[in-house]
């Protein structure tokens, strides 16, 4: 199982195609887990979860890439 980042447009816009995806290295998986409070990978596979300006700006930090601050991103668990 992976870490997986999705983009669309903010705002309920009428596309609501997806606009970013990023496959994050599982290297940084338990790091990015902890940092996000979950008690581990499975918990999170519960759903996609919203990220926050501020959660965007410390994953990025984290796996060393710019994301998108542009669109609302979520975070969830494929594969």
Known sequence: ?????????PN????????FELLV?????????K???HR???AMAEAEWPLTKEQVA???SIIGKPLP????LLIGVVG
């Open 1 to 9: 199982m992976y870490l997986e980042i999705n983009g669309f447009l």
């Open 35 to 37: 940092f996000l409070g």
């Open 12 to 19: 309920h816009d009428p596309d609501d195609s997806l606009k």
């Open 58 to 60: 410390e994953l990025s």
């Open 25 to 33: 290295d599982s290297a940084l998986t338990e790091q990015i887990v």
């Open 40 to 42: 581990s990978l499975n």
């Open 69 to 72: 601050l542009d669109l609302a």
